[in-house]
Every structure is written in C-alpha cells, then in structure tokens.
C-alpha cells in the first residue's frame, strides 16, 4: 500500500471537487434517482460534517465524510477512491480514518446507506470486512430492493 496522507479538507480544490463531481455522477449512473442520498459540495460543508481527503504524495486518492448524527451515533458518507487509485488500499485507510475520528469524537455507532448491485459491491466487501452488518433504516432512509443499511458498534 503507498504511504497516505489523510487531512480534513474544506472542498475549495479543484481535485476535490472533481472527485465529488465523479462520485455523484457514478451515484446517479447506478441509482434510481430518488435513491442518491449522496451529498453535494454545499452539503459536505454543512455543520456537522466532517470531510477528508485522502492524498498518496501530491496526488488525490480518495475521499470521505463523517456526519454527527442524534446523540453519539455518526454516519459514512461520501467514500470514494480516485479511479488511478482502486485496489490500492486508499478505501481501507480512509475507513479506518473515519471511524478513528468518530472514536475520538466518543460515538459508539457509525452506520450508513448504500445501494445494491455490482456497483456498490467492492464498497460493502470492504464495510463487511471492517464489521459492519445489516441494520434497519437509520435517519430518513429506507431499506428496499435497492437501499441497504449497515451500521457497527465502536
């Protein structure tokens, strides 16, 4: 795995925001449309979202989010790996950042929502690997044919 260096970030790169402009424009490829629940840059600024970017040298690859839920319970959003980057452990070290950050931050719980198919795939086998399981709905979700929960337990 290359050496990665992850660091809150405040969206105002160009690199990132192209990112984020890739990850919605794959959300909305693989998704009913009613089913994109992923956040756009002014969302990802919001209070009580905390975004980071995940960079191997001077070069972008990865993001992810952290959204303070009710009470001490957190939320994953925004997980992208930059397409240079897939399989090169960048997902993995921005998971284990999140949840790092959600330990220190004293949540017990992070959850999140994706979608089902062979899209969505390599993000759930690495989730499942780290010890999320299958939850029912959390916030405004819905579980159906197409959206799934996970959550664990810190």
């Given at each position: 795995m290359p050496e990665v260096t992850i660091r809150q970030d405040d969206l105002s790169g160009a690199a990132i925001q192209a990112l984020v402009a890739l990850h919605l424009g794959g959300m909305h490829a693989h998704s009913p449309a009613c089913k994109?629940?992923?956040l756009p840059?002014?969302?990802l600024r919001a209070p009580g979202v905390t975004f980071f970017s995940a960079w191997v040298g001077d070069d972008l690859a990865g993001m992810g989010a952290l959204k303070m839920l009710a009470g001490d319970?957190?939320?994953l959003k925004s997980m992208r790996v930059a397409p240079q980057w897939l399989g090169q452990g960048i997902g993995?070290?921005?998971l284990r950042h999140l949840l790092a950050t959600a330990r220190?931050?004293?949540m017990v719980q992070v959850s999140l929502e994706t979608g089902r198919g062979a899209a969505f795939e390599?993000?759930?086998a690495l989730y499942r690997?780290?010890?999320f399981v299958p939850c029912g709905a959390f916030a405004d979700y819905v579980?159906?044919?197409f959206s799934q929960c996970l959550t664990l337990a810190l």
């Open positions: 994109v629940h992923a840059l002014d969302a319970h957190g939320e993995k070290a921005m220190a931050r004293g390599p993000a759930i690997a780290h010890g579980v159906d044919d």
